[in-house]
């Protein structure tokens, strides 16, 4: 039941296709300078994405949270494409192993003592578990 106020999004990683709907409303991404927002008929745009999560709200209220690493959108005729390097539903996501990877991350952020600890590395798989558990509904905000 697409209308004028809708349009249409994939969501597309190197795996599969994480999601797909010709009704949605709005979509706010992760932009790398910041979140930002898409509605119907919005001008054409190439953006590129970095760690966070996708929200997406479908003409019938539902509300879909994608934990999405890095990757391109693109906005083009009332369709949005976004490939990125990964993406996992909200839904799909296994919250004791994101719990465990949030730890895993902080740890080693804490161990200041330890030279080789790759910080660039810890903070992204921190900044990727955050992402998981809020797609998830776990973590609201940090």
């Not at 190197?14 to 919005?42: C, K, T, W």
């Not at 949270?65 to 976004?82: D, H, M, Q, Y």
């Amino acid at each position: 039941m697409s209308s004028q106020r809708s349009f249409s999004v994939e969501v597309i990683s190197p795996q599969r296709v994480v999601y797909r709907s010709s009704d949605v409303v709005s979509l706010i991404a992760p932009g790398v300078e910041g979140y930002f927002g898409i509605m119907a008929n919005h001008a054409p745009l190439i953006a590129q994405l970095g760690i966070g999560v996708l929200t997406l709200r479908e003409a019938d209220g539902k509300v879909v949270r994608i934990a999405v690493n890095n990757g391109f959108l693109e906005v083009s005729k009332n369709r949005v494409t976004i490939v990125c390097d990964t993406a996992e539903r909200g839904d799909e996501i296994d919250v004791e192993r994101a719990r465990s990877a949030y730890e895993r991350a902080v740890k080693r952020l804490l161990d200041i003592g330890n030279l080789s600890i790759d910080r660039d590395r810890a903070r992204r798989a921190k900044a990727r578990a955050i992402a998981r558990l809020k797609a998830a509904g776990v973590l609201i905000e940090q």
